[in-house]
């Protein structure tokens, strides 16, 4: 998911990257130190690292045991143990960069949505620019026309000294503005080539260590045997789930679409995302061409620039995709017991479910809401759908037309949930998509 996210990212770098200097340009090809990296990171990377550090430290720990004991000799159970903790200790290390990652795919994707708002700035203000430079020609001032004719850009225009000492003091503020923004820009650039090849080397490292468990499996059979008979049961507990989702009272399979086979969902996934994202280019492209014609736009519409649905809370427990014997639909963010939770964008309320009274940490489905508990899902018009589950409570009523921001339930662990958080899910014409692809903190 992140290349994917990344790439898109790139692309709208590279296009403004294109109208500046080639001394700039060069500035971007510059590398960035490990320890540089705290200064530009809009993720906070100490915790995540930490994290992971203290199980690097268990796991050489665990290896230890192994090594310093004679295979033949030790028993069958203290193998099981170590081999189990090492496992445990490899799904903990998926699970920080996982969060990890989805943290920094939220990152990126409010960058290049930044990064697409200033090349619109800059697009205008070759306009602008050029109209001046016409009019002061027309005015009989040579110069100006030269310069016009000579300049391929807004910034080609901008390193021109002549006209530059010409500019009015307003003028020169607001381009200094817009090179400071590129330069910022260019910054956020290198941080995330850094992050994606950060990530690259811990998923090098986590494979290496898939490697080592897989021979370490086959040398316990009854390792081997317990492993398969956990992995059986949550895909039995999975199904069950699903099965709930799809056929809760008949009020959640219009809705959602998906057949929650990993292998399928995947390739669903990926393409709606497309389908989405030129979706939003669409509406993104009109909403700005209303905005110029004059039209005011009211708190209560939907912008489509959804918003992170937990204030201060940016863990994310698990993201979207396959895991064990099942696939994720949501991103789930842990948080406190009643923490406010607020729309991502405005809407209208179309599906709630208030009745599950299970607010505890479960193993299992407790059936309510089709797993979901209680919950709340907006719709957002063009197909776009969000919906918020396993609250304590909702605060909201089916027709509600609701504001982004707006506190629509409080936080909780009601149907099929493990311990308290929110299930977050995003949705285009009722298909999964990633979250972090779409919303900004």
Known sequence: MICR????????????????????????????????SSDYSGVDTGYYMSRLDEIAVRQQELKKQLESADADIMSESEKQRIILEQIAAINEKEQVLNSYMTELEISISSEQRQVLDIKREVDEGIENYKKRLRALYIAGDVSYADVLVNSGSFFDVLMRTELVKRLTEQDAKRLDELVAMKSQYDTSSRRLVLDESVYDEQMRTLENERAELAALYNSSGETKQLLRDQKDEMTRRERVFENEVYS???????????????????????????????????????????????????????????????KDHHYVSSGVGARWGSYHTGLDIPGESAFPISASEAGEVVRTNNSCTHNYGKDGSCGCGGGYGNFVIIDHGNGFLTLYGHMTTTQVEVGDKVKKGQTIGLM???????????????RYEGYVTNPASFVSF
């Not at 008949?250 to 030129?278: F, K, M, P, S, W």
């Open 412 to 426: 909780g662990t009601t149907g099929y949930s493990t311990g308290t958080h929110l299930h977050f899910e995003l």
């Open 248 to 310: 809760y009272e008949g009020i959640l399979n219009d809705l959602l679409h998906g057949t929650y086979i990993a292998e399928v969902d995947e390739q669903q996934r990926l393409i709606t995302e497309q389908d989405a994202t030129a979706k939003l280019e669409e509406l993104h492209q009109n909403i700005e061409e209303q905005k110029k014609a004059g039209a005011k736009f009211d708190e209560g519409q939907c912008l489509y620039d959804f918003g992170w649905p937990v």
């Open 5 to 36: 996210v990344w790439k898109r990212t790139a692309a709208a770098l590279m296009v403004l990257a294109a109208c500046v200097c080639a001394s700039s340009s060069a500035a971007l090809r510059m590398g960035v130190s490990a320890d540089e």
